[in-house]
């Protein structure tokens, strides 16, 4: 029941709308003064507990921002297991599909990609919805387009982990990104933060990384105790006084191997090494560096004094 | 304070870096014929296909010298840039000996790397923590700060043990104004080591 002006009684009326037929009249002549209304309410009943699987009431993925249409086209899918005759039409239709431009195609891709090496990762969907976002910020510089794509991307990855406060080393992330050194992964990664300074300022807040942020990834790595990895972690922090020029991953290994080598098990040099991903040598060298200052690194919950006498000298 | 001795007030740190390479440019004013002079010079060295320049080497200064076809020469090598200025008319003298033609037009000097020692530690990171701005500092990739002094587009590498390494001048004055200028920052963030 609304009020509407009404042409044949030259007077607003009362006015009623008529669901079934679609049809606003008005009360006092019948005059039908709209027809044809479109219904907005949903098309079809969903049920709770029928099918968990699909949602009947949601159409489509999550609206993504970053891509041009929030994502919402339709692609037509030729199915791999076509039986019947149906296959002809379909694939030819995918065919036309792909040759229609879409502005996303390479986006969507690039997106998969990061997906992929998160995944690989095991890296959650804040890092990888970041990554997606900068390497959205860089996507359409011609200067990206000479320099190898999986570089690119596994420099966007590299970038959200730090942003987020959790870093990893470029030698992981080299292990997931197929066929990116660890040169050309430092190499984009400098070029995307030139970028992103140049474009927004002086918003590129990323602190230098410290052998502490990765302590407790490698140690549940190699499955060491929390006694361990606490003594571990007081090390490290014990350890950015002394003046040891290494980079912060060897002396994390370093600090691991010591740490080991004090506890009831002793982890081999290999294992340490390959969960790291610093050389045998290196962790060895760095060993030599920390050996001297063993009384002030390990703390005393976890070793005393004679216990050190047994730490094998490098 | 009298500024009696102008030296000891332009370097207040007493540290005065060492040149170790200047790179600089010269025009012989003439084509040249690449191939004949590598067949008749000595130390010369000459392959077209993997780079389009004659390599002539000469002892003293000892200089490398990369000579194009367009009459165009680069010299690198001079521990200073009188050196460099001799070591180019040496290699001018060399080709006139080919071609009586050649002249020594527009020498310039393209970069000066300097380097010295500070004697002590450095704390590279908090140094990049307060200057984000100018520097780079990446331990996994390279050991050293690359510190980028915007208004004189020099750049300087500082490491852990206090060594720097100055690049990007065009004269001996500005790497020694860029030392001066980056002497009190480095001792700002010296390390001290407890016990």
């Known amino acids: 029941m609304a009020d509407s002006y009404c042409p044949d009684c030259k007077r607003s009326t009362e006015v009623v709308f008529d669901h079934s037929a679609g049809d606003t009249v008005c009360s006092e002549c019948g005059l039908v003064l709209e027809a044809h209304s479109i219904d907005e309410t949903s098309e079809w009943r ?3 507990n029928e099918s968990a699987d699909n949602d009947p009431v949601r159409v489509g993925g999550p609206s993504n921002p970053l891509l041009a249409d929030g994502g919402l086209s339709t692609v037509v899918i030729s199915r791999p297991s076509g039986t019947n005759s149906d296959s002809l039409p379909s694939s ?3 065919r036309w599909q792909s040759r229609s431009s879409n502005p996303d195609r390479s986006l969507i891709l690039a997106f998969r990609t990061i997906a992929t090496m998160a995944d690989r990762l095991g890296l959650v969907a804040t890092i990888k919805d970041r990554a997606n976002e900068i390497y959205k910020k860089v996507e359409d510089l011609k200067s990206i387009k000479g320099r190898n794509q999986d570089a690119i991307l596994a420099a966007c990855i590299y970038i959200a982990c730090r942003q987020e406060d959790k870093p990893r080393t470029v030698k992981e992330i080299c292990s997931v990104a197929n066929g990116a050194t660890k040169k050309e992964i430092g190499r984009a990664k400098e070029f995307i933060v030139k970028q992103l300074e140049i474009e927004m300022g002086q918003s590129m807040e990323m602190g230098t990384i410290h052998a502490g942020d990765f302590l407790r990834r490698f140690c549940s790595h190699l ?3 929390n006694q361990a990895i606490k003594a571990a972690q007081e090390a490290v922090q014990k350890s950015e006084e002394l003046d040891i020029r290494r980079s912060p991953i060897s002396i994390a290994a370093a600090v691991i ?3 080991t080598q004090l506890s009831e098990e002793k982890k081999p040099l290999r294992d340490i090494s390959l969960a790291t991903g610093v050389a045998e040598g290196t962790i060895k060298n760095s060993y030599k560096d920390l050996y001297p200052y063993a009384s002030r690194l390990i703390p005393s919950f976890f070793a005393k004094e004679e216990d050190l006498k047994n730490l094998c000298s490098p | 304070m009298a500024k009696q001795d102008s030296k000891q007030n332009a ?8 040149l170790q390479n200047v790179v600089s440019t010269v025009n012989l004013g003439c084509t040249l014929n690449l191939k004949s002079i590598a067949l008749k010079a000595r130390n010369a060295e000459y392959n077209p296909k993997r780079f389009a320049a004659v390599v002539m080497r000469i002892r003293e200064p000892k200089t490398t010298a990369l000579i194009f076809a367009s009459g165009k020469m680069v010299c690198t090598g001079a521990k200073s840039e009188e050196q460099s200025k001799t ?6 003298r060399i080709v006139q000996k080919f071609k009586p033609q050649v002249q020594f037009m527009d020498f310039k000097v393209q970069n000066i790397v300097g380097s010295c020692d500070v004697k002590f530690t450095i704390r590279l990171e908090a140094l990049q923590c307060f200057h984000s701005a100018f520097c780079r500092y990446d331990p996994e990739t390279f050991p050293g700060l690359i510190y980028r002094m915007k208004h004189n587009k020099i750049v300087l590498l500082i490491f852990v043990s206090g060594k720097i390494v100055i690049t990007g001048a065009k004269t001996k004055e500005q790497i020694n104004a860029a030392f001066e200028q980056i002497y009190p920052v480095l001792v700002e963030f010296k390390k001290v080591v407890k016990y």
């Open chain 1, 257 to 259: 191997y010591m740490i």
């Open chain 1, 46 to 48: 969903t049920f709770a």
């Open chain 1, 92 to 94: 030819s239709l995918g």
């Open chain 2, 11 to 18: 370097n207040p740190s007493g540290i005065i870096p060492t």
């Open chain 2, 87 to 92: 070591a180019a008319r040496k290699y001018a």
């Open chain 1, 223 to 225: 499955g060491m105790n």
